[in-house]
T-cell receptor, first 111, second 115 residues
């Protein structure tokens, strides 16, 4: 099983700022891509799926570059409630099941 | 709608003891998964099941066993607890295989401490 790599942070960002996270994945057979959010001592919850064409959900924009095996997440107009750990997640493909998780990027929004 | 439920929420075990972590989902999902998350680390897949009666190993299956006698339940068994099994365990379910693009829904987790 291949890896998903993320900068662990923490990213300390003032409220209202724009912040971007990146992740890289090593398995070129990966089929599906996601960003999950995990609050302290809670379960991961899906933030958004990531498509090659790029997709946007309110203040959140995700991009996938299959050629570079690179995924990004952009958060605009950050809110205090955005403080969390953001997990880059990839489905491995190649017949295996389950998801491969990055270690997460810790984001702290400061008032 | 309860989604995915896990019991217990927290447990302390002594080395060598055994226990079963319970997981139940009420969404009629065929696919179920067990992950563990160590501090500062990503989730790692222990076992998964693609339907009742079918289970398969994930990335870190050693020291664990599973069964899937019904669609709803997917218990995880620790036979001889070791300190290395101290972790947070998450159960998840999904309607389709991971590669389909469908998300997985996670339970609240079980925190296990082995002393």
């Amino acid at each position: 099983r291949k890896e998903v790599e993320q900068d662990p942070g923490p990213f300390n960002v003032p409220e209202g700022a724009t912040v971007a996270f990146n992740c890289t994945y090593s398995n070129s057979a990966s089929q599906s891509f996601f960003w999950y959010r995990q609050d302290c001592r809670k379960e991961p919850k899906l933030l958004m799926s990531v498509y090659s064409s790029g997709n946007e959900d309110g203040r959140f924009t995700a991009q996938l570059n299959r050629a570079s095996q690179y995924i990004s997440l952009l958060i605009r107009d950050s809110k205090l409630s955005d403080s969390a750990t953001y997990l880059c997640v990839v489905s491995p493909g190649g017949g295996a099941d389950g998801l491969t998780f990055g270690k997460g990027t810790h984001l702290i929004i400061q008032p | 709608n309860a989604g995915v439920t896990q019991t217990p929420k927290f447990r302390i075990l002594k080395i060598g003891q055994s226990m079963t972590l319970q997981c139940t989902q009420d969404m009629n999902h065929n696919y179920m998964y067990w992950y563990r998350q160590d501090p500062g680390m990503g989730l790692k897949l222990i076992y998964y099941s693609v339907g009742a009666g079918i289970t398969d190993k994930g990335e870190v299956p050693n020291g664990y066993n599973v069964s899937r006698s019904t669609t709803e339940d997917f218990p995880l068994r620790l036979e001889l607890a070791a300190p290395s099994q101290t972790s947070v365990y998450f159960c998840a379910s999904g309607p389709w295989a991971s590669g389909s693009g469908e998300t997985q829904y996670f339970g609240p987790g079980t925190r296990l401490l082995v002393l």
